[in-house]
């Protein structure tokens, strides 16, 4: 978020639109760690998390001038960040997504001493959610988007966000209490 003296986001797109260089810096310095931590979660690869990160603000730039964003600048940039990791990953060999929409798992059960740990087993518990079910719930409780936010990035109906995460609760409340 930018201090009282620096530039709103909308401020550096409009100077990014008449060709100033230096508010894409600007930009680009706010949101690069963002975006770097974004892809990290989704590859779970420096070396890929970096190529996305240079991927999103070549995509970004190429917009100009021209680019008008009407929301907040984390959920303009969401889906390009994942659109570019998950294709990333497609292309490595042996890569296959697994996912579906399919919230009827198996409930996920503490294993061993991991439960110990509490940051270790819910990164344990994160790992074994249905990227549909996850990804809605990151946005809210890490990043911070509200549900209209969140449906945006995810180009999902704001009810199905609010079930993806009312069921992703209900599965974390079972696998840190199995006597539920």
């Known amino acids: 978020m930018p201090h009282k003296h620096e530039s709103s ?30 892809a990290m979660r989704l590859t779970e690869d420096e070396h890929l998390a970096e190529e996305v990160l240079q991927e999103t603000f070549v995509d970004f730039v190429s917009r100009f001038p021209g680019m008008e964003i009407n929301r907040r600048f984390t959920t303009y940039l969401y889906p390009i960040v994942r659109h570019i990791a998950l294709r990333r990953l497609e292309n490595l060999p042996g890569w296959e997504t697994g996912e579906g929409d399919d919230l009827r798992l198996e409930p996920l059960r503490p294993v061993g001493s991991n439960r110990a740990n509490g940051r270790d087993a819910f990164a344990e518990w994160l790992r074994g959610m249905p990227e549909s079910m996850r990804e809605p719930l990151i ?23 609010r079930a993806r995460l009312h069921h992703s609760l209900d599965r974390l409340r079972e696998y840190f209490d199995p006597m539920r």
């Open 9 to 38: 986001d909308d401020q550096l797109i409009a100077r990014i639109n008449r060709g100033d260089d230096g508010a894409f810096q600007q930009l680009y310095d706010r949101y690069r760690g963002w975006v770097y931590q974004l």
């Open 139 to 161: 946005l809210h409780y890490i990043d911070g988007m509200d549900l209209k936010e969140i449906a945006e990035a995810l180009e999902l109906p704001v009810g199905t966000v």
